[in-house]
């Protein structure tokens, strides 16, 4: 039988307790908070055949999201690891599965979530200073270079630069859910029809769970949040409130001012709510915002991203230098700089197919639902498994919240095969390459048998 330790490499560099709840909170909001919720909401009023269908997609979005939450606060109370759902795996199915996850983290989920976060970022930042045809791009890869560069420098300037950017993003936020205060309600507050058929309302799930996407990211803070065995929970639940009355009011600011039927016609909504109230000001002031919650997210997603590699690359001993944390940042470094390396190829790769966000959504979704599924599968095999670990904090109503947990993973994986491309095929098959490697490669000597 292998023991898995609390930390897999062993060293005097390691990982320390030294990111506070607030910080957690904040990366949290961050992450999940990005360029989604200036997007998506037009596509969810589009399907939707009443306000109050639009309303319940949001709150219904919000329940699913702290569903998984809890699920992850007993994981990552109980298993407090850098590595986060790559450790979990581990434990419960042993080197194989672990590895496949830790290569497809390192390979597709984290940088294709950074580069297609750069993109939108590029996007907007173009409409604010335009570099030329390749403006986007160029913008993209900046932002993954200078980001990758803040984290590589130390973890309070990476999770300062997180405090900073998710304030900017809160205010530009509550100045939109202001917006229509000045405009006044729209004529169209209300849309005739009876409740939406299936197929429209999985539809509006779809990007409304896209919205929320990456609360997740907290299991890899767990090897350096303070008190993380009475922190973590709070710090999920805080963070998903938070997120979701965000959400609902600024669902309630676009239909106040515009309509439902203005919500759905409307390209960029947030930018005419702003036009409308506020004028050219108004219009440049949401251009900032959303580039800096497309930073926020990234900014968390690189921190995030660079300890799942560490993790790996202390498993496996040809991925060795991974495995390295830097004494004199406290950041692991070799990690970063991989995952950084790897975020700019996606980049090109979007320039090249002229999509790059599309292609860069449909190259981490299957991949991503697929391990989000197998991890909900591991809550059930770590509870009959480790029967007799102490666990600090444990899911209410077992086993109903981590079952419907993987019902709504199983839902989205296949959501996202039914609209696979391009971009889905490529991620799939360098999947496959790892499913190669599992030849060659082997665990490190760090684990014991007992």
């Not at 917006?179 to 779809?206: I, K, R, Y």
């Amino acid at each position: 039988m292998k023991t898995y330790p609390t930390q897999s490499v062993s060293s005097a560099a390691a990982p320390k307790p030294v990111v506070r709840p607030v910080d957690a909170v904040a990366m949290i909001v961050g992450i999940v908070i990005g360029a989604g919720i200036f997007r998506s909401p037009s596509i969810v009023a589009g399907n939707a055949a009443s306000i109050s269908a639009v309303y319940l997609a949001w709150v219904l979005g919000g329940v699913m999201s702290f569903l998984g939450a809890i699920v992850y606060a007993e994981l990552g109370t109980t298993y407090p690891h850098a590595g986060g759902d790559y450790y979990y795996l581990r434990r419960a199915f042993g080197d194989k599965l672990a590895f496949l996850f830790g290569w497809a983290r390192m390979s597709v989920i984290q940088p294709g979530a950074i580069a297609a976060v750069a993109f939108i970022f590029g996007d907007y930042a173009s409409q604010l200073l335009s570099l030329g045809g390749y403006s986007s791009a160029i913008y993209a890869a900046l932002s993954v270079a200078v980001l990758t560069g803040l984290n590589i420098r130390g973890v309070q300037l990476g999770t300062g630069t997180q405090n900073l950017l998710t304030v900017v993003l809160i205010a530009g936020m509550i100045l939109v859910i202001f917006a229509p205060f000045v405009t006044g309600p729209a004529a169209d507050t209300t849309a005739a029809g009876g409740p939406p058929a299936t197929s429209s309302f999985g539809f509006m799930m779809l990007f409304v769970l896209f919205t929320y996407g990456g609360w997740n990211e907290a299991a890899y803070v767990t090897g350096e949040l303070q008190n993380v065995r009475r922190t973590l929970a709070p710090v999920l639940m805080i963070s998903i409130a938070v997120i979701t009355v965000l959400y609902l009011l600024m669902n309630w600011a676009y239909i106040q001012a515009l309509g439902l039927s203005g919500v759905a016609g409307s390209q960029q909504v947030a930018a005419d709510l702003m036009q409308r109230a506020f004028g050219g000001f108004g219009a440049l002031a949401i251009s900032i915002t959303v580039c800096c919650a497309a930073l926020s997210t990234a900014n968390a997603t690189v921190f995030t991203g660079g300890r799942s590699s560490y993790a790996f690359g202390g498993d496996f001993r040809q991925f060795g230098f991974l495995g390295k944390w830097s004494a004199q940042t406290g950041t692991p470094a070799n990690g970063l700089l991989v995952q950084g390396a790897i975020a700019l190829g996606l980049v090109v790769l979007g320039v090249f197919t002229r999509q790059g966000f599309q292609t860069i959504v449909e190259y981490t979704a299957p991949v991503f639902w697929s391990f989000f599924l197998i991890t909900g599968i591991a809550f059930f095999v770590l509870r009959s498994k480790d029967a007799r670990v102490d666990r600090p904090f444990r899911v209410p109503l077992y086993p109903i919240p981590p079952l419907l947990f993987c019902i709504m993973c199983a839902y989205l994986l296949y959501s996202s095969l039914d609209y696979a491309g391009v971009g889905s095929l490529l991620g799939v098959a360098v999947l496959a390459v790892g499913g190669l490697l599992l030849l060659f490669v082997h665990p490190s000597m760090s684990d014991t048998k007992q």
